[in-house]
């Protein structure tokens, strides 16, 4: 696991920060039903995080089902694979939410938004793929 990577901003709770990264990555595919995470103290040491902001982080992906926690041995993502799926969908809705409401208050139709992502969809993607090969 290398959260090194990661770069926390100031405009979200560390610990939410966290557990969307981990749920990114379960989405993507980089971590399978059944891994294994990282203890808590390696994950603070090498996000330079405090100790309790990755406490609550595994706390709050418990709460939502992401992880499960044994006997405060180790914690691992959940085989539950409609759990996972909830989980997705909830991941999506919200940047979908805030892309639908900045479209509507600007008087963008849901027609011309459906043409703008059909005309943009492949772009992006193509750029995507242009920063996967650097």
Do not use: C, H, W
């Amino acid at each position: 696991m290398n959260i090194s990577e990661f770069n926390f901003n100031n405009n979200t709770p560390i610990y939410l920060q966290i557990a969307k990264y981990f749920q990114a990555k379960v989405f993507i595919g980089e971590l399978s039903p059944g891994d294994v995470m990282p203890s808590r103290r390696e994950l603070a040491g090498e996000a330079r995080v405090n100790l309790n902001t990755v406490q609550k982080a595994y706390a709050f992906m418990e709460d939502i089902g992401l992880i499960k926690t044994e006997r405060n041995r180790f914690s691992s993502i959940t085989d539950n694979k409609n759990i996972i799926e909830n989980l997705r969908n909830e991941f999506i809705k919200e940047p979908l939410e805030n892309f639908i409401l900045t479209m509507k208050s600007v008087n963008i139709s849901k027609e011309q938004v459906l043409k703008l992502i059909d005309k943009e969809f492949d772009n992006i993607k193509e750029v995507s793929e242009d920063k996967k090969e650097k």
